[in-house]
């Protein structure tokens, strides 16, 4: 695309508007008027044609990926690649999708003549989690004189990802982690633990419980089992994006005075990495599920960098959907995907009466085989009564006993679903992460896995 610069327009006005009046007031003038503007036509034209192929050779290149953290400052470097015959400068825009902020509209690229490759960084901010796209990017530069503005498209793939800033929340489950051998945190364990080990000799003082028969029998000696505590077991997280997932949430980690809002699936995804990095420094195996009316996605437990990395890119991508949960159709796929008893913690919304009926109805499948844990974010003013202070006006009462009428019908949830040998927790907002890690930690410590 080409367009007239304001100095085009200033040079019409300077001398062919007084040429054009003055050859219209005298007739010996329009020969001279005429050379004169005919002149100016020529140049204005000539740079033009100079401008058009100046930069024909410019050619600018994305990294596929670049990855940062929300609300936190992240670089995009763009390197182009020339050649000129002379120094010149470009302006150049990225165009970032509308979730992404970047306080530097255009930028200014200046063209050595001594180099034929050059790099720029552009500063942005993730205003919200998921993985974006840059598709193209704007570059226009002036013809020789400054008469005319070339400008150009060059298409370009980039992919942007923003992931969810863990820094804050992921203070409070620093006492779980294991550091190796320096600082490590040494985790109670109750019982002896269950997994077999080694056989060994019988030694005076070992239960007739431990003692191997059929190896004794072998060996025409006492031999007694040892076991190990419980190590490498598999942990499925199953996060909810039903539609209840899109409901709004304060956002606790924000600044003091910010107003800043975010959902129960950002909420549930920010735990679930704290998770899985939980998981893997305690040695277990653990996968990622994502389930709206049916199971959208089953990551099979596994460990290591590029499994955490899979189920990180994979978390970060999912959107609430419009649908409700099909508790049915989800047990039914998890039972005939996942053979080995595993510790299954579904991250969902039980306060709608239908969805809670339909876990009720279909959570046997599951609890035969594997450990059930469901985990939900207390809504905004479900509480019991008298758990806060004094009551300000008549409508606080009402908003209270609604609260305390939910809050009874969560707590018999609770108790229908314990007597299916499925646990069920309410827990605060602000202490999801927190709270999912150490019923973890709990239950590993007692090994009912």
Known sequence: MIAPRPRLVLLMLIVAVPLATAAGLSQGLIPIASLLMGFVFIVVLGDLAFGVGRYRSLRFSLPDTVSGIGDERVELEVRAKFVVRRDGFVQLAVRF??????????TTVRLPMASAETSIRIPFVGTSRGTFSIDGLYFAWSSPLGF?????????QCEVRIYPNLRLE???????LNRGAIGMHAQPQIGRGREFEKLREYE???????????ATAKRRFPVTKVFQLERSKEIYLALDTSRLSARELPETFALPNSRKTTTHL????????????????Q????GLISFSDKVNHLVKARTGPSHFHLCRDLAVALLPQTVSPDFAEIAATLKQRIKRRSLLMFLTSLDDPVAAEDFVGSVDILSKQHLILAVMIAPLAVQPLFSEGTVENPEEIYLKLSGHLRWAKLQTLQRVLARKGVQFRVVPNEQ????????YMDLKRRQTL
């Open 97 to 106: 999708p509308q979730e992404i902020d970047s306080e530097q509209k255009q």
């Open 204 to 214: 005076r003082g070992d239960s007739f419980d431990e003692i191997s028969w059929k």
């Open 148 to 156: 005319w503005v070339h400008r150009a498209r060059q298409s370009s």
């Open 283 to 286: 040695g277990d195996r653990f």
């Open 432 to 439: 999801l992460g927190l709270r999912l890690v150490s019923y």
């Open 170 to 176: 992921g203070k409070q489950i620093a006492h779980f």
């Open 266 to 281: 950002d909420r549930a995804i920010s735990a679930a990495l704290l998770f899985c990095v939980a998981a893997e420094r």
